[in-house]
């Protein structure tokens, strides 16, 4: 008696062990053949990523149909550097965009929360039926920069499968500067005769970041007379801010004349107004020089910072 007692528990715990493996409704099973995907590390100004294989096998019947459940990982608002890769401050944790690619070839978005159906049929006989599907993910810019994590479990005919299969993804962090291609003018003519200030034509930049970010000028060339020793006076050029006095522009100390939070994909506009001060008498010339206004995005603390495209805009003059 002791000897069946034995047995019958240990058939009970081979039950068990069996059912973290398939999900069985008394005519269709599904056995899980993934056991974790991984997408790598991911650029916000890339289409998509490498769709990666999900895959199962499937035993029924009579008819059935096959659901996909995304659940983010847990956790609530984190650091910028944590999992879910939500920004410090947000009002709400962010989510890894994923679509699933069926058999057939048809691409559905997967809504964190809401079952996706992604296949159905009848009996499959004996040999059963492989399920292959494909996953893909397409941050944008409004996807936060850090590492991600969460499941997808199948349900077949409204049964959850155990496991569920988890993910792990990487979103860089990515700025992007698209500068003005205009002239860079003074907004008058400079009469030695009439000395005071002359702004510069307002610069116009949009900025698109998935992290927060800073626009900071230098005066990278002081102006001078090509081929001769005039100069003019590096304190004769400033950033004049939307409100205050005007900030003297360094040829050594960069000045933030701007800075936000992640963009998104629709990006920031920002306009900057430079100035040129008159104070005397100065030789006729003319002069040559350059301002120059760098993106510099934050850093993730996991990776740093990614700059795409040219960030590093020199304005001549």
Same mark, same amino acid.
């Given at each position: 008696m002791k000897?069946?007692?034995?047995?019958?528990?240990?058939?009970?715990v081979g039950l068990l062990l069996g059912a973290a493996a398939a999900a069985d409704d008394g005519g269709a099973s599904l056995t899980v053949t993934t056991a974790a995907l991984t997408f790598g590390s991911l650029d916000p100004s890339s289409p998509s990523s490498l769709p990666v294989p999900l895959t199962a096998l499937l035993s029924a019947s009579k008819n059935w149909s096959l659901s996909l459940l995304?659940? !983010?990982?847990?956790?609530?608002?984190?650091a910028l550097n944590r999992r879910r890769g939500s920004v410090a401050g947000a009002t709400a944790p962010a989510e890894l965009p994923l679509l699933v690619v069926s058999e057939e070839g048809g691409s559905q978005s997967l809504p964190?929360? @809401? *079952?996706v159906q992604v296949?159905?049929?009848?009996?499959?006989?004996?040999?059963?039926?492989? &399920?292959?599907?494909?996953?893909?993910?397409?941050?944008?810019?409004?996807?936060?920069?850090?590492?991600?994590?969460?499941?997808?479990?199948?349900?077949?005919?409204?049964?959850?499968?155990?496991?569920a299969v988890?993910?792990?993804? =990487?979103?860089?962090?990515?700025?992007?500067?698209t500068s003005d291609p205009r002239p860079f003018l003074l907004s008058r003519p400079v009469d030695p005769t009439h000395p005071g200030t002359i702004p510069f034509e307002p610069r116009l930049y949009q900025v698109t970041s998935n992290v927060p970010w800073r626009l900071v000028a230098t005066l990278a060339e002081p102006p001078q007379v090509p081929g001769s020793s005039l100069k003019l006076p590096p304190s004769a050029f400033a950033w004049l801010p939307p409100s205050g006095a005007p900030q003297p522009l360094s040829p050594n100390q960069p000045i933030t004349v701007a800075s936000g939070p992640m963009t998104g994909q629709?990006?920031? !506009?920002? #306009? @900057? &107004?430079?100035?040129?001060? @008159?104070?005397? @008498?100065?030789?006729?010339? %003319?002069?040559?020089?350059? &301002?120059?206004?760098?993106?510099?995005?934050?850093?993730?603390?996991?990776? *740093?910072?990614? #700059?795409?495209? %040219? %960030?590093?805009?020199? =304005?001549?003059?």
């Open positions: 000897g069946k007692a034995v047995a019958l528990f240990v058939a009970v995304y659940t !983010s990982g847990a956790g609530g608002l984190r964190p929360g @809401l *079952p296949a159905e049929g009848g009996a499959t006989g004996g040999q059963g039926r492989p &399920i292959t599907l494909l996953v893909q993910t397409r941050p944008t810019f409004d996807t936060p920069a850090g590492d991600y994590e969460g499941t997808l479990t199948f349900l077949l005919n409204g049964v959850a499968v155990q496991p988890s993910f792990t993804a =990487h979103v860089a962090a990515v700025a992007r500067l629709a990006g920031k !506009s920002v #306009s @900057l &107004i430079f100035t040129y001060t @008159l104070t005397g @008498l100065v030789p006729a010339g %003319n002069y040559q020089g350059s &301002i120059s206004v760098e993106l510099e995005p934050a850093s993730t603390g996991t990776d *740093p910072a990614v #700059s795409k495209g %040219n %960030n590093h805009d020199h =304005h001549r003059f």
